[in-house]
């Protein structure tokens, strides 16, 4: 298989997160530097606590910039549908604005009528509290404008993989029991496309709040059976390795990168699991969660491209079996493979111009590079 195209850059992850959330002050990440699991959290804690709070009611012009289309309509990520229908629309648009436009003022018996104001992280988990007292009520972060019907339906119950739906949204978002061993209660499913950007969020959750997660546990059925009662790593363990594998099958995208910036320029702190996707395996480990983590450590490397393949080098890798795989931005895998690194490791893949993730793990150790492909 040939890369295609007659002009291909890669650019190395911190790199290509040093262009794309320029928004972020300069040495805003230096106290995390060479820091893992619960040191590495503990310190982005400090580092996006206190950040500032927002009224319930300027959630709805605050999503004007963090959850507009480019057409200027609702990214409403319950409706959405990531890869598209065959004339590439959604099955149903939200306008921004009360009147007119498509806000809730009530809730409505049927998808597709208005949006509101969703808790990805349910309030009863947390104890809910108001707007006034709690900051995490409008924390943007894991706050989104949703259909209101898929919202309601969502409910309380924790999100999951679901083999048999009993209830399914236009765009595919399923309600039925989990099918992940580990818990058989109701479970929601969002689309395949924002699984990771929801999973970021948790993890941002469970950092910005880990004072307070811990005791969270006993406060609601569906809560108690995602948390763990601690404060790490925080999620029970069928949740934590759902979160991880879709961190991972679903990599950061440029909606989540303009999403950053766009809250960062509201309520002045960063989801650090967005701008640096690294922290996830540094701080809990990875898909292979089996109880308390290992945590490879980032090692350095690089990647370029070579007479059609891509060819990368982790010297601190050298004369080990690694994985190595290849994603698009919604976490499509391109190409696995298992092998011993030595030298420049080969790999010769056919992709379209886009967005592309480099993965090469060791188990002891990771390395992970973003790539843009672009046709002259």
Not at 99 to 108: L, R
Not at 318 to 325: K, M, P, S
Request: aromatic share 14%.
């Amino acid at each position: 298989m040939k890369i295609k195209g007659n002009t291909i850059f890669f650019i190395l992850w911190m790199v290509f997160i040093t262009s794309a959330s320029a928004q972020a002050p300069a040495g805003y990440y230096d106290q995390a530097a060479n820091l893992t699991g619960t040191q590495l959290k503990t310190t982005l804690q400090k580092i996006i606590r206190g950040h500032t709070r927002r009224t319930y009611d300027n959630l709805w012009t605050d999503f004007y910039s963090t959850d507009d289309k480019p057409n200027n309509t609702v990214w409403d990520i319950y409706s959405d549908i990531p890869d598209g229908t065959p004339n590439g629309n959604p099955p149903y648009v939200f306008e921004f604005g009360a009147s007119p436009g498509n806000q809730c003022a009530t809730t409505p018996g049927t998808e597709g009528v208005c949006y509101n104001r969703e808790h990805t992280f349910p309030k009863s988990w947390w104890g809910g509290g108001t707007a006034a007292a709690d900051t995490m009520y409008t924390d943007l972060f894991h706050l989104y404008p949703t259909d209101s019907k898929v919202n309601s339906l969502r409910n309380n119950n924790p999100y999951g993989n679901v083999t048999t739906a009993t209830w399914t949204s236009q765009n595919g978002s399923k309600l039925g029991t989990c099918s992940i061993p580990g818990y058989s209660g109701v479970a929601f499913e969002p689309p395949g496309g924002y699984k990771g950007d929801l999973a970021r969020n948790y993890f941002y959750l469970a950092t910005r709040y880990e004072n307070r997660i811990a005791s969270w546990k006993g406060l609601s059925v569906e809560g108690g059976g995602v948390l763990d009662g601690s404060s790490f790593p925080c999620f029970e363990p069928w949740f934590l390795k759902m979160l991880l594998e879709w961190n991972n099958l679903d990599p950061v995208s440029q909606k989540e990168i303009d999403r950053n910036n766009a809250v960062y320029a509201i309520q002045h702190n960063r989801n650090p699991y967005i701008d640096h996707p690294e922290y996830v395996t540094a701080v809990w480990g990875n898909g292979e969660y089996t109880g308390i983590s290992v945590n490879p450590s980032i090692s350095k490397g690089s990647a370029f491209v070579s007479d059609g393949y891509v060819q990368i080098s982790v010297p601190s890798m050298e004369g080990r079996q690694v994985e190595i795989g290849i994603f698009d931005t919604i976490g499509k895998p391109i190409y696995k493979t298992k092998q011993f690194m030595s030298g420049l490791v080969k790999v010769q893949v056919s992709t379209s111009p886009g967005i592309y993730i480099v993965r090469v793990n060791s188990g002891e150790e990771f390395f992970e590079t973003k790539c843009v492909v672009s046709r002259k």
